[in-house]
Nanobody, 122 residues
C-alpha cells in the first residue's frame, strides 16, 4: 500500500521560509518522479514543482521559480520542498504526488499525500 505523508507546513510571515517534507512508503521511490502541488481555497489544484527519479531534472511553476527548491533523498525515501521568500499568495494546502514520469499535469500522478497547510501572513 502506497503512502505519501507530508509534513513541515505551518504559519509564517511574508518573507519567511518553510521546508516541506514528503515521506514515501510502499513504492519503489527511486523509480518514481515526485511532484508538489498546491490548492488554495476556492481555486483549482496547481502545479508547484517536480523532480525526476534520479534528482537530476527539476521543473518549477513560474510563480515559484527562484524562490522554491525541490530535492530528494532516495536513501531516505523523502522529497523536500524548500520555500523561501514566501508570499501571502503562497497560502494553500500543499500535496506531494508520485508517478513514473515527471510532469506538471496533476491527473497523471498515481499517488497523493493528504496535504499540509501552509499559511503566509502579510
Amino acid at each position: 500500500q502506497v503512502q505519501l505523508v507530508e509534513s513541515g507546513g505551518g504559519l509564517v510571515q511574508a518573507g519567511g521560509s518553510l521546508r516541506l517534507s514528503c515521506s514515501a512508503s510502499g513504492l519503489t521511490f527511486s523509480r518514481n518522479a515526485m511532484g508538489w502541488f498546491r490548492q488554495a481555497p476556492g481555486k483549482e489544484r496547481e502545479f508547484v514543482a517536480a523532480i525526476s527519479w534520479t534528482g537530476i531534472s527539476t521543473y518549477y511553476a513560474d510563480s515559484v521559480r527562484g524562490r522554491f527548491t525541490i530535492s530528494r533523498d532516495n536513501d531516505k525515501n523523502i522529497v523536500y520542498l524548500q520555500m523561501n521568500s514566501l508570499e501571502p499568495e503562497d497560502t494553500a494546502v500543499y500535496y506531494c504526488a508520485a508517478d513514473r514520469t515527471m510532469s506538471d499535469y496533476a491527473p497523471q500522478y498515481d499517488y497523493w499525500g493528504q496535504g499540509t497547510q501552509v499559511t503566509v501572513s502579510s
